[in-house]
Nanobody, 124 residues
Framework: QVQLIESGGGLVQAGGSLRLSCAAS????????VAWFRQAPDKAREFVAA????????FYADSVRGRFTISRDNAKNTVHLQMRSLKPEDTAVYYC?????????????????WGQGTQVTVSS
């Protein structure tokens, strides 16, 4: 099992940027893929971005492609989500999730380990 802690959320104006971080601990010696999901009030949790263990493959939701960048530093067991050109509709609680796999997974059911989430609020 991998323990995950998100940080970096906050309040930002539309058009601004934020950088989220996800710090992993526990069974990090095994290759694991990491994804970011988000959940807005009264909405289902949705996929945002994912990255493989080696960082060679990434995948983004259409709604964030070109604005968000996912990256990882395996030496520090940390994954980042750089968010630019933020919009009010990006407002949500952002969660990171991990799975001991070498492939990309974009569904919530594919992940067992989750962080507690960090709030991102984008004002108009």
């Amino acid at each position: 099992q991998v323990q995950l802690i998100e940080s970096g959320g906050g309040l930002v104006q539309a058009g601004g940027s934020l950088r989220l971080s996800c710090a992993a601990s526990g069974r990090t010696f095994r290759p694991y893929a990491v994804a970011w999901f988000r959940q807005a009030p009264d909405k289902a949790r949705e996929f945002v971005a994912a990255i493989t263990w080696g960082g060679g493959s990434t995948f983004y939701a259409d709604s964030v492609r070109g604005r968000f960048t996912i990256s990882r530093d395996n030496a520090k067991n940390t994954v980042h989500l750089q968010m630019r050109s933020l919009k009010p509709e990006d407002t949500a609680v952002y969660y990171c999730a991990a799975k001991d796999t070498v492939v990309l997974i974009t569904t919530t059911s594919g992940y067992r380990d989750w962080g507690q989430g960090t709030q991102v609020t984008v004002s108009s």
